[in-house]
């Protein structure tokens, strides 16, 4: 058996070596790369893409420009539907996903023009979320919570977008959460909070760990939980990046006095893995060579090994392994398909919470 796996895993690193060997550099030299952004600028897939731009300028052949396209608009699928129909196939466009563009395609979202199937992934990236609130309220833990004779307030671009998993976290931790919808984007969901216009509010770890944290000290916040993050068997863990703070199941059980269970919280279990284990993505469009995804693929390589990365990524991504490869396209499989009877719960209570219709 000793000897079929070690053959197996010889054959593969031959078959590796000859991809290698043939494969055909692409040259970028005097080249502008358009890197579309469904987002504003600002937010923390916006603060990812630029952390990674002169990264990935650096490591691609001939050093092209990647300049930064924000193009928000309809939770993120206007820039989506953007890049599917206009996007060019020699490498020059490529594409930010993001869980707030993901969610619109897995919810069957009108205005959806895009099939994820039909793009090549280059760079996963997943990441978390933090949960914070004002100090004002006297608040210390969840538990005070549910003891505030106030209504909390919380800025939001939109119930199907990826602000599905904080309003459905609130609901089922049973607080008395109002939403105010009409945000573009998270940072618009931030100012608001520091404006004093909202009252609860969640960053995923990259807003927060450049936007949030440093406000910490002054102690007018307070970080209450993260999401989490899955273990190999699928259970909620404390997210790496945030270790101090209780993850999601940690409140619910401290609340409640049991472990999350049911249909919404597998509802929620479900949206989140694709929400967050596959957070962000570097995407190419259908039709692409294979000399033009390898290229990228070696490049991204690259990134990842150069030390001025290794160095620069906790502070500015948390502590999470970004995929490429085989993972990075299996992580892109999950962050894009959930259950037919998860999918229906999440629209009826869509429904019946919010009125959204599909």
Avoid: C
Avoid at 7 to 32: D, H, Q, R, Y
Avoid at 55 to 65: C, D, R, T, Y
Avoid at 220 to 242: A, H, K, Y
Wanted: avoid cysteine; aromatic fraction near 12%.
């Amino acid at each position: 058996m000793n000897f079929i796996k070690l053959l197996i895993k010889s054959t593969l690193a031959i078959g590796m070596l000859v991809n290698i060997v043939n494969a055909k550099e692409v040259n970028f030299e005097g080249k502008t790369i358009e890197w579309t952004m469904p987002f504003k600028a600002g937010g923390g897939t916006d603060k990812w893409g630029r952390f990674y731009a002169p990264l990935l300028s650096k490591a691609l052949p001939g050093n092209p420009v990647v300049v930064i396209k924000n193009m928000p608009g309809g939770g993120s699928t206007k820039g989506a539907n953007f890049f599917a129909q206009r996007a060019s196939k020699d490498g020059l466009s490529i594409f930010a996903s993001s869980g707030s563009t993901q969610f619109p395609y897995l919810l069957d979202d009108r205005r959806v023009r895009y099939d994820y199937k039909k793009w090549e992934v280059v760079l996963a990236s997943p990441t978390g979320g933090v949960v914070y609130i004002p100090s004002s309220l006297g608040v210390k833990t969840v538990k005070d919570l549910k003891n505030l004779k106030t209504t909390l307030k919380f800025g939001s671009q939109g119930a199907n977008s990826l602000d599905l998993i904080p309003l459905l976290a609130f609901h089922i931790l049973g607080l008395d959460v109002e939403p105010i919808f009409g945000m573009k984007g998270r940072k618009s969901g931030r100012l608001a909070f520091l404006r004093g216009e909202t009252t609860i509010d969640y960053q995923t770890s990259t807003s927060y760990i450049k936007n949030v944290m440093p406000t910490i000290k002054d102690g007018n916040i307070i970080p209450l939980f993260s999401w989490g993050v899955l273990d190999e068997d699928g259970n909620l863990q404390r997210d790496p990046t945030f270790p101090n703070l209780p993850h999601f199941g940690e409140v619910y059980e401290s609340i409640y006095g049991k472990k999350p269970s049911g249909e919404a919280f597998n509802a929620w279990k479900s949206f989140f893995t694709a929400g967050f284990s596959v957070q962000k993505m570097i995407l190419l469009p259908k039709g692409v060579s294979k000399d033009v995804l390898e290229t990228y693929q070696n490049a991204v390589k690259k990134v990842l090994k150069d030390e001025n990365f290794k160095k620069l990524k906790t502070a500015n991504l948390g502590i999470y392994d970004q995929a490429i490869g085989e993972k990075a396209r299996k992580l892109k499989d999950l962050g894009t398909k959930v259950s037919k009877e998860d999918r229906q719960w999440v629209k009826n209570w869509l429904k019946e919470s919010y009125n959204i219709r599909f």
